[in-house]
């Protein structure tokens, strides 16, 4: 464990955006992370995952801890389901195709998303139909001011459309070391209720499909409509999908009567961020090397040397046209730094 100094974090985060860390450590291990943080009690912390849910549009004055913990074992097996446990630091999309060769089923849906086991839960992260609320039973978190590690049960998680308690009231406060869940061993819920894989299926001839088909069919439907990170620098959904009053979503919906919607509740309507800035005219714009994606207008891309700041300006841009326009105003998704 060493502790580099004015560290480029260009290959630490998706977009590929250069910005330095003052400082740099990487730990291995929850009792190197313990020993980090009670050596450096009271200094300014940045705890780094996968990296793929940020914007840097600044250096970062602190000591930048990046989570490198990695592991994965079943911890539990009983009649239909098991209990898988991943370190913070395992690639997500790897430990998802390990469980699907161990027939292990409930996170296919989530295939190919970027970053680490570790960082999934903070966002409640989601793909075609499903949530890692769906199969979560448990994760630890090391107390940053006491070192202590504590499980967190799903309730105390409070998931809820990307969200979590430590998005919320624990922010800063706790580190997820590791994610435990629950995944059937035998009579998986295969869930294609999500169009896009059904139809997928169907042009592979596929009538009942196994956990790695579906998995296959998301891998397929993510490659043709996001970035590859390491391809194009992209942080995923800048935005999320806004949640607005029915009467609003009425009066959109009279002008235009194909904006595709989800009903959440009696008064509150779901509407595709992606359609709304497409609509706006900004899909496959580009101002510089900060563009927005030619196949799915939620997503910014880096054309190679963008800074955070002007992809934070073109997002502020995208917020401001969305607004004038529908009189929705969208949220960031992804962290801005
Ligand atoms: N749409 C457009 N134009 C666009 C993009 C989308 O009209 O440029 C329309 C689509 O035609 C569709 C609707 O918007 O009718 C929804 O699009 P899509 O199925 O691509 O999903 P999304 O709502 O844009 C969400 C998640 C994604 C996730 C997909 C699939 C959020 C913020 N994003 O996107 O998550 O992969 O659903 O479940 O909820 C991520 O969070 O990084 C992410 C990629």
């Known amino acids: 464990m060493q502790i580099s100094t004015n ?22 291990t929850t009792e190197e992370l313990a020993t980090v943080l009670a050596e450096n009690k009271g200094r300014k912390l940045f ?50 195709l390990f469980c699907i060769e161990n027939n292990l089923g409930g996170l296919e849906n989530l295939s190919l998303i970027p970053g680490n086991v570790g960082t999934t839960p903070i966002q409640n992260i989601g793909a075609y139909g499903t949530e890692i609320k769906d199969t979560f039973e448990s994760c630890e978190a090391m107390d940053i001011e006491t070192q202590e590690i504590k499980t967190f049960t799903k309730e105390e998680c409070e998931f809820a459309y990307r ?29 294609t209720a999500y169009g896009d894989i059904t139809d997928k299926l169907i042009d592979k001839g596929i009538i009942v499909p196994t956990i790695k088909d579906v998995s296959n069919a998301v891998i397929a439907i993510r490659q043709s409509k996001l970035p590859d990170p390491k391809e194009l620098g992209n942080s995923g959904s800048f935005f999320k999908n806004p949640i ?58 880096n054309y190679g040397n963008a800074t955070g700041k002007e992809l934070l300006e073109l997002s502020k841009k995208i917020q401001e046209t969305v607004f004038e326009k529908f009189g929705i105003q969208i949220e960031a998704e992804v962290n801005i730094i």
């Open 244 to 301: 607005v009053p029915k009467a609003l979503f009425e009066k959109i919906q009279a002008e235009h009567p194909l904006m595709p919607y989800y009903a959440v509740s009696e008064s509150q309507v779901k509407v595709p961020a992606g359609w709304l800035i497409e609509q706006s005219g900004f899909k496959g714009k580009r101002f510089g090397d900060a563009g927005v994606h030619t196949k799915q207008a939620l997503v910014l891309v």
């Open 163 to 191: 969200e979590s308690i430590f998005k919320g009231r624990l922010k800063d406060k706790y580190i997820i070391t590791s994610v435990t869940f629950r995944l059937t061993t035998d009579e998986h819920r295969i869930n």
């Open 47 to 96: 705890i780094l995952g996968g990296g793929s849910n940020m914007l840097l549009t600044q250096d970062i004055d602190a000591l930048v801890i990046h989570i490198n913990i990695k592991g994965k074992q079943i911890t539990k097996q009983q009649t239909g389901y098991a209990h898988v446990k991943a370190m913070a630091g395992e690639n997500w999309h790897e430990f998802v």
């Open 7 to 28: 560290f480029n974090l260009k290959e630490y985060n998706t977009f590929g955006i250069t910005a330095y860390a003052k400082e740099f450590i990487s730990v291995e």
